[in-house]
């Protein structure tokens, strides 16, 4: 027969009981701890999306500047456009001469050059003649 003493359910058969000792408490404290550690992780993962939202929120309303400022800029742009057509036109173009007296005249014949585009065909049967010097003998030098 086995006289030796067996546990059951943490007591012995003997009527011991089960001795505390400070085990049990460093237990509960890694429980806090482990707690502890996911509450701050939750709340680092709360605060993180919370500043990506708000880092979203103002890239769209800085995208939204943005476009305003390029709507502006072409349609000032569309402004200025307009405003060079009408100073090329010929009426406001006349207007200034008048204006300012301008002595104008018709371009003289030498003033005038041609220029056309050949294809290699045609530009083989044209014969090749140099340009023709204004006679005043200036050469293009300036007056001092």
Same mark, same amino acid.
């Given at each position: 027969?086995? *006289?030796?003493? &067996?546990?059951?359910?943490?007591?012995?058969?003997?009527?011991? @009981? #089960?001795? /505390? +000792?400070?085990?049990?408490?460093?237990?509960?404290?890694? !429980? &806090?701890?482990?707690?502890?550690? &996911?509450?701050?992780? !939750?709340?680092?993962? $709360?605060?993180?999306? *919370?500043?990506? @939202?708000?880092?979203?929120?103002?890239?769209?309303? #800085?995208?939204?500047?943005?476009? %305003?400022?390029?709507?502006?800029?072409?349609?000032? +742009?569309?402004?200025? @456009?307009?405003?060079?057509?009408? *100073?090329? #036109?010929?009426?406001?173009?006349? #207007?200034?001469?008048? %204006?300012?007296? $301008?002595? $104008? /005249?018709?371009?003289?014949?030498?003033?005038?050059? +041609?220029?056309?585009?050949?294809?290699?065909?045609?530009?083989?049967?044209?014969?090749?003649?140099? *340009?023709?010097?204004?006679? +005043?003998?200036?050469?293009?030098? /300036?007056? @001092?």
């Amino acid at each position: 027969m086995n *006289l030796q003493p &067996v546990k059951i359910g943490g007591t012995g058969i003997m009527g011991e @009981r #089960r001795k /505390r +000792n400070s085990a049990g408490a460093v237990n509960y404290g890694g !429980f &806090v701890v482990k707690f502890i550690l &996911v509450i701050i992780a !939750f709340m680092a993962v $709360l605060i993180g999306h *919370l500043y990506l @939202r708000q880092q979203s929120v103002k890239s769209a309303e #800085r995208t939204d500047d943005i476009k %305003k400022q390029i709507m502006e800029v072409k349609a000032e +742009n569309r402004n200025l @456009r307009n405003h060079v057509a009408g *100073l090329t #036109r010929l009426e406001h173009i006349s #207007r200034m001469i008048a %204006k300012f007296k $301008l002595d $104008l /005249r018709p371009a003289m014949h030498g003033q005038i050059i +041609n220029i056309g585009v050949y294809t290699p065909e045609q530009a083989a049967t044209i014969p090749l003649t140099p *340009l023709k010097v204004a006679s +005043n003998g200036s050469y293009g030098v /300036r007056g @001092r």
